[in-house]
C-alpha cells in the first residue's frame, strides 16, 4: 500500500493521507472545498463567511462544488491516476433541500463521459464549517 499527498489540495484536517493505493484502487480520503495550502481556515473556502460562533453568514455553495471537483482532481493526479477514473463517489451534504438540485446540474456538467456510481447523503455537519464533502475511489492505470 503507498500513501499519497498533494500539495495542490488543502491539507487534510486530521492525521490521514490524501489517499491510498491498494493494488490498482485508490481510495480518496474525505475531500472538502477549502482552497490547496490551506491549513483549516474558514477564509479559505470559497464563497462562504461565517459568524464569530462559526455558522454561515454567506455561502457559495456552487463555488464550494467546483472548489471540491477540482481538490479530487489535484489528488487524483498526484496519486498517478485522473479524474476519468473515477468509480465511486459518496457525497455528503449538510443540506440536501437546498443544495441537491445544484449539485446534481453541476456534477452532470464534470461528468459527461464517465458516470461513475453515486451516493448522495445528508449529514447534519461536517468537520470544518462547509456544505459539502466528497469521498472517491478510482482506478490507476499501470
Known amino acids: 500500500m503507498s500513501s499519497f499527498q ?6 487534510p484536517v486530521g492525521s490521514y493521507p490524501h489517499a491510498k ?3 490498482d484502487l485508490l481510495f480518496l480520503s474525505g475531500v472538502g472545498p477549502r482552497q490547496a495550502g490551506s491549513d483549516n481556515n474558514d477564509s479559505e473556502v470559497p464563497g462562504l463567511e461565517v459568524n464569530a460562533n462559526g455558522h454561515f ?3 457559495d ?3 464550494q462544488v467546483h472548489s471540491v471537483f477540482a481538490n479530487v482532481k489535484a489528488i487524483l493526479e498526484a496519486s498517478g491516476s485522473k479524474w476519468e477514473n473515477l468509480v465511486d463517489i459518496t457525497v455528503f451534504l449538510v ?3 437546498r443544495d441537491f438540485l445544484t449539485f446534481n446540474r453541476i456534477y452532470a456538467e464534470y461528468f459527461t463521459d464517465n458516470q461513475p456510481c453515486r451516493t448522495t447523503i445528508e449529514i447534519n ?3 470544518t ?3 459539502i464533502e466528497l469521498k472517491c475511489i478510482a482506478t490507476i492505470d499501470d
Open 21 to 23: 493505493r491498494v493494488n
Open 125 to 127: 455537519a461536517l468537520p
Open 57 to 59: 453568514v454567506t455561502l
Open 129 to 131: 464549517p462547509i456544505a
Open 61 to 63: 455553495f456552487e463555488a
Open 95 to 97: 443540506d440536501m433541500k
Open 6 to 11: 498533494s500539495e495542490n489540495a488543502p491539507k
